[in-house]
Nanobody, 112 residues
C-alpha cells in the first residue's frame, strides 16, 4: 500500500486547509485510515481516524475544528482543518491500518 498526501501549505491563523491522502490498492474501503501530525520538538500524535464503517476518532480536542472523511470511490481520505492556529503547525502524515502504512507527510504552517 502506498499513500500519497497532499494539500499542505502556509496559511494565516484562522484559515483553513484540506489535506488529501490517496491510497493504492483495492482494499481501501476496508482499511482504517488516519491522520497524525508531528510538531517541531514534539512527539507524533493522532489527529483523527476513520474506520471502514465510518466511525470517527479524534485526538486532543481537535474535534470541532478538524474533520476527517473518506471517499472510497477515489481511495482517498481527507482532513478538513478550520480555524487553524500556530500550534497546528506540523508535518501531517496519513496512515493506514493503525500505522502499518505511512504516507510521506505534508507540511502545514500556520503563521501571519
Amino acid at each position: 500500500v502506498q499513500l500519497q498526501a497532499s494539500g499542505g501549505g502556509l496559511v494565516q491563523p484562522g484559515g483553513s486547509l484540506r489535506l488529501s491522502c490517496t491510497a493504492s490498492g483495492s482494499s481501501f474501503s476496508l482499511a482504517t485510515m488516519g491522520w497524525h501530525r508531528r510538531a517541531p520538538g514534539k512527539q507524533r500524535e493522532l489527529v483523527a481516524r476513520i474506520l471502514s464503517g465510518g466511525s470517527l476518532i479524534y485526538g486532543n480536542s481537535l474535534k470541532g475544528r478538524f474533520t476527517i472523511s473518506r471517499d472510497n470511490a477515489k481511495n482517498t481520505v481527507y482532513l478538513q482543518m478550520n480555524s487553524l492556529q500556530p500550534e497546528d503547525t506540523a508535518v501531517y502524515y496519513c496512515s493506514a491500518e493503525y500505522g502499518l502504512y505511512w504516507g510521506q507527510g505534508t507540511q502545514v504552517t500556520v503563521s501571519s
